[in-house]
């Protein structure tokens, strides 16, 4: 039938889904009532419809401003910048940092398909030199590969001049890895940034 | 955000995704085109518009009759019943049998939640005594459980009348099996049902 195997290709775009599941999706609805294919579709357009970017922080967000840029309570002068917005999801259960979020929603590489316009990093280097408390941090929250690396390094080129303290996150170890299974550059750089007890 | 967390319930209902699968799938709707969403959204729709069932057999098809219905080169003396629509496909493979079908959409059981019923026995009934050429031969394909039996026996004692040769489908050993992990039940079956070699 034409109209399920339309459905079947639709599936199987979703990330990790293959033939069969793509299958079991499209047979689930053969049965389902109207009403709960409705409510797929009414999500997914509301979805596309309602999510926007931050104004401020490049975050989703379904107004102007995210939730974090809006909260009056958080640091103003302190910035994490991350790759994608899920990397604020996991930094904000941590509950040890309460400064704002900067997306970058990529990296500068010239080998990477996620490559990002460096118009990202003057948008980036516009707001700190807007901002009104003035920056005083700058956290960079990149990936520890190479990709994350030199997008870190070059935004900490172009806003050391703006903010004093550029900082990115700790190398090492893992919680709870064993010294005999981890790699070398990670031992290496847990022996180059070992703390006193 | 209200819209994802929408979304994400939505892909919870469907067969076998949990909440991080649900949450994978919406977070790729977040970056996707709203071209993508909107072929998901078609495809769903124009499937729950387009696929009715077979006024035949019950099948599901996009017209009034389904393929085999309608396919001039089967045996219309012979009906092959089943309990759901994906059966008929995999009897369908094993290329050996070439009658028509008809389709139950559940099964007669007072403990079964897929309960159908009464009205649908006697919609096959109403066929085969209607059905010119004259039915020759019935083929019981419901599954063998305890809901399928009963049920292949109570339309077996309904059709009695009727057709001749009332068939179900044969038990025993399943291919490439080993006598050391099989059930009792099934060992009795297949040393009932053995044949001469």
Do not use: W
Not at 73 to 88: L, Q
Not at 93 to 117: C, F, M, W
Not at 178 to 184: A, N, P, Q, S, V
């Amino acid at each position: 039938m034409k109209s399920l195997n339309r459905l079947i290709s639709a599936f199987r775009r979703l990330p990790g889904v293959g033939p069969k599941q793509a299958e079991r999706f499209s047979s689930y609805f053969l049965k389902a009532s109207e009403a709960e294919a409705n409510e797929l579709c009414t999500a997914l357009q509301n979805l596309k419809k309602s999510v926007k970017l931050c104004s401020n922080c490049l975050n989703y967000c379904e107004n102007d401003l995210c939730h974090i840029c809006k909260d009056e309570a958080r640091d103003r002068t302190s910035i994490c910048i991350v790759e994608k917005p899920k990397d604020i999801e996991l930094i904000e259960r941590t509950k040890i940092y309460n400064g704002l979020y900067h997306v970058l929603h990529g990296t500068i590489s010239p080998v990477s398909a996620k490559e990002i316009g460096h118009h990202k990093i003057k948008q980036l280097a516009g707001r700190v030199d807007a901002s009104d408390p003035k920056i005083l941090e700058i956290i960079l929250a990149t990936n520890p590969d190479t990709e994350g690396e030199n997008t870190a390094l070059y935004i900490a080129d172009v806003l050391k001049g703006s903010v004093e303290n550029i900082s990115r996150l700790g190398y090492g170890m893992p919680l709870g890895a064993d010294i005999e299974y981890t790699d070398e550059l990670t031992l290496s750089y847990a022996l180059k940034g070992r703390t006193k007890v």
